[in-house]
């Protein structure tokens, strides 16, 4: 039997017909404009609130990197954050010397956490402190990192390593690895405790300093972090990691004086850390977390 429709109806058909093409093409050129988008790169740098220590963590890339574990004391802070960020594996550690406030956390991090990599120095008394013996055990690879050294941590995360130069025999602290971070094509400037010696030696070598971020030396103490090298580094946001009642030399007012021109931040004013977000084209968003 055929069916024959009127002209009415035909003319309905062919609109809904229309529409339909017309909402198809709209559809694909929605999705042709999604895909041409490009994709925005983040990484998440903590300075964790290890009270009179030191610790920071940076994600990017799908990748987790630590660098320092703390104290013993404070370890429960680092465990926290990782619980916090959902972190599972921890691809690198990177201890910058000897002192128990930086290494304290580091068989407790080796006990909890599946870890692929730990970076030291190849010099400073870090080398007698069973921390090679705890990587052996737990079979992480240990890479010893040398003055100018560079590692690519990963696509958008590498470190250049700034000191130390020669070994310091007198004062560990100036054995500290000094690293200038790449993250997304911002600078982070982590100095461990080096004090004024090292300063005036990387002023001398005529490196560029110039950082986003500052980790300030030493626990902002008055022996470390002069003028003339913060005048070189210049950096937008200083980050000074202690607990000053159980340490009150540390955050020193002197110090605080010549970061004038930058935003100073202290982690005990944190409850768990400073938080930042890491774009490109240096853009820097702080996240606060306090309750």
Aim: hydrophobic share 40%.
């Amino acid at each position: 039997m055929n069916v024959w429709f009127s002209t009415e109806k035909m003319s309905r058909i062919k609109k809904i017909l229309v529409v339909l093409i017309c909402l198809s093409l709209c559809a694909c050129l929605k999705q042709e404009k999604v895909a041409e988008e490009p994709e925005v790169k983040e990484a998440v740098l903590v300075f964790i609130n290890v009270f009179k220590a030191d610790a920071a963590l940076i994600q990017i890339d799908g990748k987790n990197f630590l660098i320092d574990s703390g104290s013993q004391e404070s370890f429960s802070q680092i465990t926290a954050i990782l619980q916090l960020l959902g972190v599972e594996k921890i691809d690198a550690v990177i201890l910058s010397h000897g002192d128990k406030d930086h290494i304290g956390g580091w068989g407790q991090l080796c006990r909890s956490q599946q870890i692929s990599q730990l970076y030291i120095s190849s010099l400073g008394e870090i080398h007698n402190t069973g921390v090679k013996a705890l990587a052996q055990e737990y079979a992480i690879k240990i890479i010893e990192l040398d003055f100018f050294q560079e590692i690519q941590l990963s696509e958008n995360c590498s470190f250049l390593v700034l000191a130390p130069e020669t070994k310091d025999e007198k004062d560990d602290n100036n054995n500290s690895l000094v690293l200038m971070f790449e993250i997304l094509g911002n600078r982070v400037l982590f100095t461990g405790d080096m004090k004024e010696k090292t300063e005036r030696q990387l002023l001398k070598n005529g490196i560029d300093l110039q950082a986003t971020i500052l980790k300030v030396a030493h626990h902002g103490q008055d022996d470390s972090s002069s003028a003339e090298f913060i005048q070189k580094v210049k950096p937008l946001y200083a980050i000074i990691s202690t607990a000053s009642k159980d340490r009150p030399h540390s955050a020193a007012a002197e110090v605080i004086q010549r970061l004038q021109d930058s935003k100073v931040l202290i982690t005990e004013d944190y409850s768990l850390g400073i938080f930042f977000k890491l774009k490109e084209n240096r853009q820097v968003q702080i996240i606060d977390l306090n309750p």
